[in-house]
């Protein structure tokens, strides 16, 4: 992009980086160009030498515009796809430790340093995604030395970096950012000790955003409750176990604020479902949960429980999502449940073991909800009953009325808005 100097004229920061990029001779593209011009800082590392480096460092000290900041490296979500059209498996490509080199650190020092000069200029940077990067405990470090001059960060993106629990320690040092509102650490090594730290800074993150919510309030004649807090957590495409939910639960028993939990491909047993059931009962704002290609359950009651606690936080809550986009998650929510020949082809029970097949082809036990069963009413539902197929086809059947139930609840309500929109013209 060719400027052409006027000594009368006054340049702005984008012409003049344009300028610095004439001098330095680089080989940027024009789409690099565009996108800066509309805050859009994207940088591939790999494919940037040095001179392109620096050039970014000086952009970023003279670019109080950027709002978005993209750095890519190697392994990317494009590589992987094309992986995955010629294979046609699900294997992931993550980054090998061992084999794979990791990125410059002087490269790397060079864009924070750019970065730290933006953030001292009042920059305001509220999106950050870091894409494919092979980075080492001294990466990380730096990063999170970075990170923790941010105040106005709204939404947080590694994936595919290889983020293990210990690089993950690291980089959380400097996540005191009170402003998040989205985090996504998909495609990643997560495991047990690194949901511990995602729960530690969910509580840090949420308790900031209280605070300041309450100190608004003060302020305010109105005593609403300003919009923030950490609402969207991808952790998709990881290796984490059960014990790992149950550390990632402690940090949001009694959380506000996250309201989309996404755990799909990872290494959850069918015990996570009784884990997220006892989050609910305490948790009133989780309105969206994705368990995709996790081992699956046959307790259809413990489905049908979670996913009518789901419809009563999605009808409290005032946050904006898409209802079509919250139904369709629900349906896939509902396709977790192993029913009929699934249940007897796996031989697993509700725990996930094998179950013991006895006389009269009993499949251990499990919550009888109705049956000819003598005595079952005057026992009660809590009561343990050995199962049979007359109980688990009345258990299915139950199972799909409550979620049509739910169905027609949705477009009653979405009938309702229409009218309340339509009499509220007509007044007008």
Known sequence: MLIKLDKKAKLTAFEKFCIM??????????DFFSSVKSGVFALNIDKANLTDITLCMEGLKILPCINTLTLIGKYSENSEIKVKAKTKTKTQTKVDPKTDQPHSLY?????????????????ALLHLSLTGLHLDSKGWGMLSQCIRQVNTLKELKITFCALKDDDLIIFSKGMSLHNLIKLDLSHNCIQNDGC?????????????QIELNWSNNLRSSLGTNSIGGLRDLDLSYNEIPDKG????????FYDEFVKVLNLSHNKLSSSAFEEISNLLKTNSSIIMINLQDNERTNNLKLI??????????????????????????????????LIGEEVRKSGKGKTGK?????KNGVRGKRVGLG??????????????????????EFERELFKSKSQCIDLQIKNNLLEKKLETKNTIKRH
Not at 196 to 208: E, P, Q
């Open 21 to 30: 990029s004439q001098y330095y001779t680089h080989k940027l593209g024009k």
């Open 107 to 123: 490269q790397l020092g060079k864009l924070i340093e750019g970065l730290n000069a933006n953030f001292q200029a009042k920059g």
């Open 196 to 208: 511990d730290v995602i729960s530690h800074v969910l509580s840090k993150v949420n308790t900031t």
């Open 245 to 252: 939910l149950v550390n990632l639960t402690h940090g949001l």
């Open 304 to 337: 049908s429980d979670i996913t009518e606690k789901l419809y009563l936080n999605f009808q409290r809550d005032q946050w904006v999502v898409k209802e079509d986009l919250w139904q369709d998650q629900l349906e896939k929510l509902q396709d977790m449940v």
């Open 354 to 358: 094998r179950a013991k097949s006895g």
């Open 371 to 392: 049956s000819e069963h003598k005595g079952l009413h005057e026992i009660g539902l809590k009561k343990l009953m050995s199962s049979c197929d007359k109980c688990e």
